[in-house]
């Protein structure tokens, strides 16, 4: 991932309610979720969710397909690993960082 991929990125998720939408996208997984089902879920204005949905397509974080009558929204987890990635590429300066699960703080000194 390229700086300004994982600029634009952490930007589409600096809002509450876009990090609110794809972290439900995450956590429902594969089968994704129609605009009816979030507006369910979190209770925004359907118009409100588009322009929240469009943001996180634009910066590849989420995936729209058409299935029948609906469009079913799913999280791109590819490009949310590869965001990871980016974030803790050369953590700490190239030494191993063992983080336990659970662990709050990384275990290396950084």
Do not use: K, W
């Amino acid at each position: 991932m390229q700086e300004n991929q994982a600029v634009q990125a952490l930007a589409a998720l600096a809002h509450p309610l876009r990090l609110q939408v794809f972290r439900a996208l995450v956590v429902v997984g594969p089968a994704g979720l129609t605009p009816g089902a979030i507006v369910a879920g979190i209770g925004v204005p359907p118009a409100t969710l588009s322009f929240h949905l469009r943001e996180l397509a634009t910066a590849g974080l989420v995936t729209q397909e058409r299935s029948g009558r609906n469009l079913v929204y799913r999280a791109a987890y590819d490009r949310m690993n590869a965001l990871l990635g980016y974030l803790t590429d050369n953590c700490c300066q190239g030494a191993a960082c063992a983080v336990e699960p659970g662990a709050v703080a990384m275990d290396c000194g950084c």
